[in-house]
């Protein structure tokens, strides 16, 4: 399939094998309800400020630090998404780490304005964390966003209350994808999908978050 695609500048290796599994209670627990500071993780690590893990044991340390650390987690719940920005600069701002998460914007209609947005950040090299926030219980509890392949064929799965990392934008005529990043596996999804599953959840939950690097102050003698 063709289409013009905009992406981060160099591989991301973040999170790109799957060292979360079944086996333990541990694991179980960070795949339930860690979505959030997985995204966050994966950023620093991108970006340079937390090292490479040499392997799944290794990562989930990392996790493990990160929740102790400042970015907690509801059991069962999460992070609710209009808390996140402020869990993440608490945790930033604590570990001395030069990114901030700002609250960007939801994910209502105006495709193209929302893709120009996300490419900016992409062409900055920064990794676009988004929420699919939660639905309306029990009324709309059916409503979730299709997870397509990495080269965009039939649908494999859907998701449904979770962060995701932005990789890449494709534009492909009308059809505006995007290339996505969870729990160490790629998918694409479409930007429309992301716009009609928001009508379903709580307002401004579904949104994108605006990633940037914290400034400097000039010293009196500069």
């Known amino acids: 399939m063709q289409g013009k695609t905009y992406s981060l500048k160099k591989e991301y290796s973040a999170g790109s094998q799957m060292w979360f599994s079944t086996e333990t209670k541990l694991d179980n627990n960070i795949r339930k309800c860690s979505c959030g500071v997985i995204a966050l993780h994966d950023l620093a690590q991108y970006k340079g400020y937390i090292k490479t893990p040499k392997g799944r044991d290794e990562y989930k340390e990392q996790i493990r630090k990160m929740r102790k650390g400042g970015m907690y987690v509801v059991p069962r719940l999460g992070i609710a998404p209009y808390y996140y920005p402020l869990l993440c600069n608490q945790y930033l701002i604590r570990h001395k780490v030069g990114l901030r998460v700002g609250w960007g914007h ?69 059809d505006i994808w995007l290339k996505v990043a969870s729990w160490g596996d790629i998918y694409c999804i479409k930007l429309k999908d992301m716009v009609d599953y928001s009508k379903y959840a709580y307002p401004f939950t579904t949104r994108f978050y605006k990633i940037y690097e914290k400034k400097r102050r000039k010293s009196n003698g500069s």
């Open 106 to 174: 939801t994910a209502r209609n105006q495709l193209r304005k929302k893709a120009a947005d996300i490419k900016k950040l992409l062409e900055d090299d920064y990794p676009v964390i988004f929420a699919a926030g939660p639905r309306y219980p029990f009324i709309f509890k059916n409503k979730t966003i299709p997870l397509y392949t990495a080269d965009r064929s039939k649908a494999i799965k859907t998701v449904k209350s979770h962060y995701m990392t932005v990789l890449a934008v494709i534009e492909d005529g009308d």
